[in-house]
């Protein structure tokens, strides 16, 4: 993959999936990413946890 963003710096305030997989995206092109979270809890997906009706596929 081409890293176009290299030097380029993203500061992620983004919380849940869409925010964070787009910066995800962003490094994978060669950003440099920064990832700002609540203190103590972090983003909220980590609270959230995973989808139990994807654990019942399993």
Sequence with gaps: MTRLL???RILDLTN???GPFCSYQLALLGAEVIKVEVPGTGDL???LGAD??????L
């Design 45 to 47: 997906a980590r609270q």
């Design 52 to 57: 139990a009706g994807l654990r019942a596929c």
């Design 16 to 18: 849940v999936l869409a």
């Design 6 to 8: 290299v030097g380029l």
